[in-house]
C-alpha cells in the first residue's frame, strides 16, 4: 500500500491552487449537498458529513457556501435532487487501472468528457467493474508525527483499530476497514494532526512503469482530476521519488 500519498500530496498542493480559482469550492459544495442530503446536518450523526466539512475547512471555503450547500443538502434550498454520484472505471497508458468519483448533473455530458481525456492521453474509458476488483475500499489518512515517534503513533493506530500503516517522508499513512475508519480517526485526531482523512479505493498491488509512461499516466490522472464533475481519481500506478521529481519539473 505504500506511497498512496505521493500522488495525494501533489493532490492537495493543487487543491490550493485551485480554491483560489473556486473550482474545488463547487466540487466541495456538491459533495457537501450529498451527504447533507443521504444522513442530514448533524455531523455527530453524519461522520461523512464531518468528513467533507474538514476538506472544505482545510481548502478554506466561505462558511456561507458550506451552509447554502448543506440546505441545498437537506432541501431547504433548490438544487441538489438532479445531482447524482457516479463511479467510473477505466485504463491508461500500459493498462494502468483508474476508478473516478464523479459528481453530475448530467451523465451523458460527464461520461463524454471523461471519455475524451481518456483517449487524449491513450487510454480508454471501461466497463462497470472491468478494475475495480483491483481495489479495496479502505479508511486511509495520514497523520504528521510532528516530535512524536511515528512507530508509537502508528501502534496506537493499530490498537484503535487501524488494519495497516505504513511510515514515509510525508507521515504515517494509516489503513483501515471503512466500519472502523471513524474510530481510528477520533483517536488519532484528539492528539494528532490528521492531514488527511477519507475514504478511498486502494490498490491491492500497485504497476511499475518505466518513467515516461510513469509521467504521462500522471497526467492523464490530473487531466481527469481536472474535470468539473470528478472529484477524485485513484490508480494502481506505483509513483516513485525519481518519478515524482520529474513529474513536478515537468508541470512546473
Excluded at 160 to 186: H, N
Aim: hydrophobic content about 40%; some cysteine.
Amino acid at each position: 500500500m505504500s506511497g498512496h500519498s505521493k500522488w495525494a500530496s501533489i493532490k492537495r498542493s493543487k487543491a490550493a491552487n485551485d480554491a483560489k480559482r473556486g473550482k474545488i469550492f463547487t466540487k466541495i459544495s456538491h459533495e457537501i449537498a450529498i451527504a447533507a442530503r443521504e444522513g442530514g446536518a448533524d455531523t455527530d450523526a453524519n461522520f461523512r458529513l464531518r468528513l467533507i466539512l474538514d476538506k472544505a475547512r482545510a481548502a478554506n471555503m466561505p462558511k456561507d457556501n458550506i451552509e447554502r450547500a448543506i440546505l441545498r443538502g437537506t432541501g431547504q434550498l433548490e438544487g441538489s435532487d438532479a445531482i447524482e454520484e457516479c463511479v467510473y472505471e477505466g485504463y491508461g497508458p500500459q493498462g494502468l487501472a483508474i476508478m473516478l468519483q464523479a459528481v453530475t448533473d448530467n451523465k451523458k455530458r460527464t461520461v463524454a468528457e471523461i471519455r475524451h481525456v481518456f483517449s487524449r492521453f491513450g487510454g480508454n474509458l471501461g466497463a462497470d467493474g472491468c478494475v475495480a476488483w483491483m481495489f479495496d475500499h479502505k479508511g486511509y489518512m495520514v497523520v504528521s508525527p510532528g516530535d512524536e515517534d511515528p512507530e508509537e503513533i502508528a501502534l496506537m493506530a493499530i490498537d484503535a483499530g487501524a488494519e495497516d500503516f505504513e511510515i514515509g517522508d510525508d507521515g504515517i499513512e494509516i489503513y483501515t476497514e471503512v466500519s472502523d475508519f471513524k474510530a481510528v480517526q477520533e483517536s488519532l485526531e484528539s492528539d494528532y494532526e490528521v492531514v488527511d482523512a477519507s475514504l478511498s479505493w486502494i490498490p491491492k498491488t500497485k504497476m511499475s512503469l518505466d518513467d515516461s509512461q510513469s509521467v504521462k499516466s500522471m497526467k492523464l490522472l490530473e487531466a481527469l482530476e481536472e474535470l468539473d464533475d470528478v472529484q477524485m481519481v485513484y490508480s494502481n500506478l506505483d509513483i516513485t521519488d525519481a518519478v515524482l521529481a520529474r513529474y513536478e519539473a515537468e508541470v512546473a
